[in-house]
């Protein structure tokens, strides 16, 4: 294990030389004593074994037009509309990841609250974030661990990789994000620790969120076996289209007081659009009908899309007006 160590601090150094400090293979090997192809595997070595992460930040082409149109016809204060062409669907999320950071980096500061929900939209956020150091800023998980196979994309979890990156602190809610009756979410929304949290939320400045949808095929909550597909589908039938922090609303927007709403531990909708700026990361053309529903719902300020959506979003607008 010590050697391990020794030879993990001796790759770090080598690296450190090239990537850092701009010195060629060469001057490395002249300056350490080893051949330059020797110089060439420890920086191989260094990149597979994770002492050095290669980030490619690609040019992000964005369609001003759409951008335009969304904040007019919903009233935005923020679109950005990611230029989608070809990309298949796990490199356009992780792009409208990097657009959601750019965001949360011009808003973000130092003595900021910011809540998270959970997913692989805010997941590619963190992921993107040149972090800022704020170490009197404070991370907020807005909905209970759904104890996805994926821990990274959980609340608790990605809450606690926020505040890593932003060097402040973080708080939890030690909770489900859904549980079996009213009478226990009752109980845990009025657990101390749960309502500390929650409480705090309620007074966030900045707040980070996926668009969950109801179609079965594509929907978070039944990937993470907190729901079935049979129950999906009567959450659907009560006229839900998508949801925020496990709050589901119709395609106009409504919030809906349906029975899974009496289950979930998590922020109140109320809270969440008083926050002054919440930012929805969401994209596919699955996601556009529970994306326009969350653009009525007042439930966030700022959308990050991809063009394909945004077109469908838009078309589904002029429909219904």
Not at 60 to 87: G, P, W, Y
Not at 102 to 117: A, D, K
């Amino acid at each position: 294990m010590h050697k391990d160590l020794e030879n993990r601090e001796f790759l770090a150094r080598i690296a450190s030389l090239y990537y850092e400090e701009g010195f060629t293979q060469q001057r490395i090997s002249e300056e350490l004593g080893y051949s330059r192809s020797a110089i060439s595997r420890f920086l191989t070595a260094a990149r597979e074994a994770g002492v050095v992460e290669v980030k490619i930040h690609y040019p992000m082409r964005r369609n001003d037009t759409l951008e335009a149109k969304l904040r007019e016809r919903f009233h935005l204060e923020i679109a950005r509309v990611l230029v989608r062409n070809s990309m298949e669907y796990n490199r356009m999320l992780n792009r409208l990841g990097a657009l959601g950071a750019r965001l949360v980096e011009e808003h973000i500061r130092e003595t900021t609250t910011l809540g998270v929900s959970w997913g692989t939209a805010v997941y590619e956020v963190a992921t993107n974030l040149r972090s800022p150091h704020l170490p009197d800023s404070t991370v907020i998980q807005l909905i209970g661990a759904l104890g996805t196979p994926d821990p990274q994309i959980d609340g608790g979890e990605l809450a606690r990789f926020f505040a890593r990156l932003l060097g402040g602190r973080y708080r939890i809610l030690p909770a489900p994000a859904i549980v079996d009756s009213p009478d226990v979410r009752d109980a845990l929304m009025n657990d101390r620790p749960v309502r500390e949290t929650l409480d705090l939320a309620s007074l966030m400045d900045l707040a980070v969120v996926g668009i969950g949808t109801t179609n079965p095929s594509m929907s978070s909550l039944v990937r993470a076996q907190y729901l079935t597909e049979n129950e999906i589908h009567t959450i659907a039938k009560s006229g839900a289209v998508g949801d925020i922090c496990a709050i589901h609303f119709d395609i106009d927007g409504k919030v809906l007081d349906i029975p899974i709403a009496r289950r979930v531990v998590g922020i109140r909708s109320a809270d969440l659009k008083k926050a002054p700026l919440t930012i929805a990361i969401a994209g596919g053309e699955v996601k556009a009908p529970a994306i326009y529903g969350a653009l009525r719902s007042g439930l966030v300020k700022a959308l990050v899309t991809d063009d394909e959506t945004a077109r469908i979003v838009l078309m589904i607008d002029e429909e219904r007006t």
